[in-house]
T-cell receptor
Framework: DTGVSQNPRHKITKRGQNVTFRCDPI?????LYWYRQTLGQGPEFLTY????????KSRLLSDRFSAERPKGSFSTLEIQRTEQGDSAMYLC?????????????FGPGTRLTVL | GQQVMQIPQYQHVQEGEDFTTYCNSS?????IQWYKQRPGGHPVFLIQ?????EVKKQKRLTFQFGEAKKNSSLHITATQTTDVGTYFC?????????????FGQGTILTVHP
């Protein structure tokens, strides 16, 4: 399978715990994006990388969220001191980033439940 | 910040009827993309529009980008049960926010056979 993969697919945690999610993009894609989606809403932009550089981070994102893409390949999203409001589907997407064309390929997501 | 609104929130049609969803941005967009998300699935790219007034067709789907690059529409002719899902528009801001997409809240399409 050469699509975007995410692990784990489901995560249940207790409030206050830290969680980390991993995203493996399509191998030749230089751009990687993280989104959060709650029921009945569209994906909400969190951050994106071009290669290993984090180019933009949503102002809505608290300091408890951090993302890395150390070698410009896979990426991790960490949430510290989770809160019940963090419960959502966390989606990763990647794109080739050729000029103006920016088709994003989404992974299956990681569903986070904070108890 | 940029906001993207979509209407209607829900649309129920009989198979064979047409369907249209509309997207409006609070700011001028560099481009707009459309995605489809099936129940339990992830968003899947349909198309990207870049030029003012652009119209693109994919079989029964017609996409338009407004002259002012602030609105867009998706029209499906003669819906089929396979069209069921949520349709999202996503606006690209351009400039230093080139990679960032702002999604609308989506239109949920139900098709009754």
């Amino acid at each position: 399978d050469t699509g975007v993969s995410q692990n784990p697919r489901h995560k249940i945690t207790k409030r206050g715990q830290n969680v980390t999610f991993r995203c493996d993009p399509i191998s030749e894609h230089n751009r990687l994006y993280w989104y959060r989606q709650t029921l009945g809403q569209g994906p909400e932009f969190l951050t994106y990388f071009q290669n290993e550089a984090q180019l933009e981070k949503s102002r809505l994102l608290s300091d408890r969220f951090s993302a890395e893409r150390p070698k410009g390949s896979f990426s991790t999203l960490e949430i510290q001191r989770t809160e019940q409001g963090d419960s959502a589907m966390y989606l990763c997407a990647s794109s080739l980033g050729q000029g103006f064309y920016n088709e994003q390929f989404f992974g299956p997501g990681t569903r986070l439940t904070v108890l | 910040g940029q906001q993207v609104m979509q209407i209607p929130q829900y649309q129920h049609v009989q198979e064979g009827e047409d369907f249209t969803t509309y997207c409006n941005s609070s700011t001028t967009l560099s481009n707009i993309q459309w995605y489809k998300q099936r129940p339990g699935g992830h968003p899947v790219f349909l198309i990207q529009l870049v030029k003012s007034g652009e119209v693109k067709k994919q079989k029964r789907l017609t996409f338009q980008f407004g002259e002012a690059k602030k609105n867009s529409s998706l029209h499906i002719t003669a819906t089929q049960t396979t069209d069921v899902g949520t349709y999202f528009c996503a606006g690209g801001a351009g400039g230093t926010s080139y990679g960032k997409l702002t999604f609308g809240q989506g239109t949920i399409l139900t098709v009754h056979p």
